[in-house]
């Protein structure tokens, strides 16, 4: 089969598009035929060597595709069932060897490349309003990059459940997309200084929450941002990790919260990965969620795809289709 194979870390050019032997199962494992398989940022920081590897691997988490084979010991899941799932290695592939406990089924009235747009930005976006920080009525948020992948589904969740959203982006057309997903104020942080403005919208108060997953160039405003007692949610890095910090801070700024939280943590086990996922798919086929597609690449393209998403030219979901 086809499939995607990194050899050495490096930029998007070590992304090979490969010929390799088709994977075999477990026992635990269901074998999967990919319809499409998500592009998120961590394939990223993966591919680079920001985060260690083993080498060689298939990159990509995230898909949605038909079961071919299911492994001896797994239950609830038949040959031709459509299934979606996110943190299972190997997915930027024409079929992977998915373990069944990361498996959900996808319903029926979304299609493949929806479900496989919906599993790692949505169930990222849903435990962070509802698990880090619980958005009510009148919670005030910053989202950074606030129309990327992640940021275009947490300003329609966080508005859906009453609350105010600010978001952050880097160009118009950017602003636009944020501000169609439901961001009240869009700061274009490329031109101004994000923090003053967040203040000024804010009555001098501060946010009740931010959601960070731009890391160094916004860490030290987001802080900066928050009321006292407010919740720093720095999810991830794409501008740089955060250096070495004083906890001091912390307490000088408002007995603020910090926290790092990841994926992993949220999906514990196959019910909580169950729950969250019917979450956004429910949200989906009642239209108060909308997946906004920002690209979609054959699987030969996948270097193409991760040069646009690292030159921040994406907005919303993008997909690779083997
Ligand atoms: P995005 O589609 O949001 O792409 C990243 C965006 O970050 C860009 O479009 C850009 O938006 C912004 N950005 C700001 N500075 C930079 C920079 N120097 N280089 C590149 N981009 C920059 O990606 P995802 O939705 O896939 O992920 C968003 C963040 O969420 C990532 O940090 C990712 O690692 C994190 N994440 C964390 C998870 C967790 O559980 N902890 C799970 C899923 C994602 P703009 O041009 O508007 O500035």
Redesign the pocket.
């Known amino acids: 089969m086809k499939a995607i194979v990194v050899s050495q870390s490096g930029g998007p050019e070590v992304l090979q598009f490969s010929d390799v032997p088709d994977p075999t199962i477990t026992h635990s494992d269901l074998l999967v035929k990919v319809a499409a398989a998500g592009?998120?940022?961590?394939d990223t920081?993966q591919r680079s060597g920001v985060y260690a590897m083993t080498l060689p691997y298939t990159p990509g988490l995230e898909g949605a595709g038909t079961v071919l084979e299911v492994g001896s010991d797994v239950t609830g899941f038949a040959v031709g069932d459509t299934v979606a799932w996110t943190s299972n290695l190997g997915s930027y592939a024409e079929v992977v060897a998915l373990d069944a406990s990361k498996a959900v089924r996808a319903p029926s009235g979304i299609e493949l490349t929806q479900a496989a747009q919906a599993m790692?930005?949505g169930i990222?976006a849903q435990?962070?309003i509802t698990s880090v920080f619980e958005v009510k009525p009148g919670t005030t948020a910053l989202v950074?990059?606030?129309?990327?992948?992640?940021?275009l589904l947490l300003c329609q969740m966080i508005t859906a459940r009453g609350g105010t959203v600010i978001g952050?982006?880097?160009?118009e057309a950017?602003a636009t997309a944020a501000g169609a997903a439901g961001a009240a104020h869009v700061i274009r942080?490329?031109q101004e200084d994000f923090m003053p403005r967040v203040r000024e919208l804010t009555g001098g108060i501060g946010v009740d929450v931010v959601y960070d997953?731009?890391?160094a160039?916004?860490f030290d405003g987001s802080l900066r941002s928050l009321k006292p007692r407010g919740m720093m949610a720095l999810?991830?890095?794409?501008?740089?990790a955060v250096g070495p910090f004083d906890p001091q801070i912390l307490n000088s700024l408002g007995s603020l919260v910090l926290t790092?939280?990841?994926?992993?943590n949220?999906i514990q086990t196959s019910e909580e990965l169950q729950w969250r996922a019917s979450e956004v798919f429910a949200a989906m086929l009642s239209g108060d969620l909308t997946m906004t597609l920002?690209g979609s690449y054959p699987l030969a393209e996948a270097a193409q795809a991760h040069q646009d998403?690292?030159?921040?030219?994406?907005?919303?979901?993008?997909i690779l289709i083997p």
Request: aromatic residues 12%; charged residues 15%.
């Open positions: 592009i998120n940022y961590i920081y790692l930005q990222t435990y962070l950074h990059a606030a129309a990327g992948g992640v940021g952050t982006v880097s160009t950017k942080y490329d997953g731009v890391g160039s916004t999810f991830g890095q794409a501008s740089g790092r939280p990841s994926l992993t949220f920002g998403l690292e030159a921040r030219k994406s907005s919303g979901k993008l």
